[in-house]
């Protein structure tokens, strides 16, 4: 597909510095090693490094990308990225900048599920990111207190914020269902009071316009941004094959109920299914894999979840596990560990390319519908929801960090996560306040919080074993 604005010689221009290709590449690596604590943390990742230190992209076009992905099945961050990456250099840059986001979480996985399996002892892993996911939550929470002092403008949007968190977190309404009632009552919202509910503008101040993505899109060269059929049937005829060929092969070669091929007609469909990215589908990604296929043991589906919670990355990478481990012990005539690296790289393929899929084929007639008041009253709207979804991963992250344990109360038709209070941990917690104020107050980098909450937390784990104080 040719896309005159992919190439290195159509670099994008902001505040006369050239955005190259080569320094994306970089900036979306660093990135993709600094995506922990799912999709809450990934994306104030994003917002830090993209909005606030690079200044490529705009507030109310991140929000705008942002919401997209947000009603896309599949892990809104890594789509995130690749629709940022999309921006500013094309398809090539969407490629590299959702590629680079998967890439270290799945190396990450790979080589702890061969450990798992052969060994069952992850008592280091544990010890290094003991203090990592204590940064990681400062990250969280500081990314809710930025987003929200940027899309809760007025009473109207503070209540949708609050009425997603009460939805989600006491009544675990699907993510979906939060998200679609958000842009309804945005859509209403806009012939009630329009000025008050048009929040995410649709386009942006002149002053913001030296911003990279703006400052191309003002000067018309962002070619690749333009939405046209012809270039959909392009999308189309190029990502559906990439998907579906890999299943067909299997079938046709192995047969359908072979594991590989189970393996890939399942995860395929998880992959259009995934609303509201890993913790709504982790539920039944445990019954089928469990249940129906008997690819894990019981506990080992918590396992799995702990090494993608734990490393770069999506947490619906733990797909790559479960793939993993349902292949080393069903590999037919393949040495086990071989069988588990080929139902990785599958789990990975079919998981991900609908999301590039996604991206490539309706992020051009998102960015037409920029400037449109109703659109831009309904994604006012869902941002202040999506504030509420991230309040809901905050607290339910440092539920997991500063407490062993976790139990479940349901009553009223609630279903909390209740921490055990015995059990907390006072090193977790004491981290994280370190790392918060670190990055509020100080305005200390990430790196530097992420290494010494590293290096911190490894030295008390493996002083004590992980024991509470």
Known sequence: MHDSSASPENDVNVLGHQVTFKEAVRVWLRIAMLSFGGPAGQIAVMHRILVDEKKWVSENRFLHALNYCMVLPGPEAQQLATYIGWLLHGVKGGL?????????????ILVLSVLYAGFQDLSLVQALFFGIKAAVLAIVIQ???????????????????????????????????????????????????????????????????????????SSDTAHHTR????????????????????????????????????????????????????????????????????????????????????????????????????AFRDPGSIDPFMAGLAASVLATWVTFVPCFLSIFLGAPYIETLRGNQSVSAA???????????????????????????????????????????????????????????????????????????????MAYYMMTGGAPL
């Open 96 to 108: 590299v900048a959702g590629s680079l986001f998967v890439l270290p979480g799945f190396l990450s």
């Open 143 to 217: 990314a809710v207190i930025r987003i929200g002092k940027r899309a809760l403008k007025n009473g109207y949007m503070y209540a949708l914020a609050a009425v997603a968190f009460i939805s989600i977190f006491f009544f675990s309404v699907p993510f979906p269902v939060v998200i679609i009632a958000a842009g309804l009552i945005g859509l209403l919202g806009r012939r009630i009071d329009p000025e008050r509910f048009v929040v995410i503008k649709g386009h942006e101040p002149p002053e913001s316009e030296a911003r990279a993505v703006d400052s191309m899109m």
């Open 227 to 326: 939405a046209s059929a012809k270039r959909a049937a392009k999308v189309l005829a190029i990502w559906l094959p990439l998907w579906l060929t890999p299943l067909v092969v299997l079938a046709f070669t192995l047969g359908v109920d072979n594991v590989f091929t189970q393996i890939g007609l399942f995860f395929s469909k998880l992959a259009v299914v995934t609303f509201g990215g890993a913790y709504s589908v982790l539920a039944y990604m445990a019954q089928e894999a469990v249940q129906t296929h008997a690819w894990l043991a019981p506990g080992e589906m918590l396992d799995g979840l702990g090494m993608a919670e734990t490393t770069p990355g999506p947490l619906i990478q733990v797909v790559q596990f479960v793939g993993f481990m349902g």
């Open 379 to 457: 994604l006012s709207a869902i941002t202040a929801a999506v504030v509420g979804v991230m309040l809901n991963l905050a607290i339910w992250f440092a539920i997991h960090v500063a407490f062993r344990e976790v139990g479940e109360l349901r009553a009223y038709g609630m279903n909390l996560s209740v921490p055990v209070f015995d059990s907390v941990q006072i090193a977790s917690v004491v981290l994280a306040a370190g790392a918060f104020v670190a990055m509020l107050r100080f305005k200390v980098g990430m790196l530097p919080v992420i290494a010494i909450s590293a290096a911190l937390g």
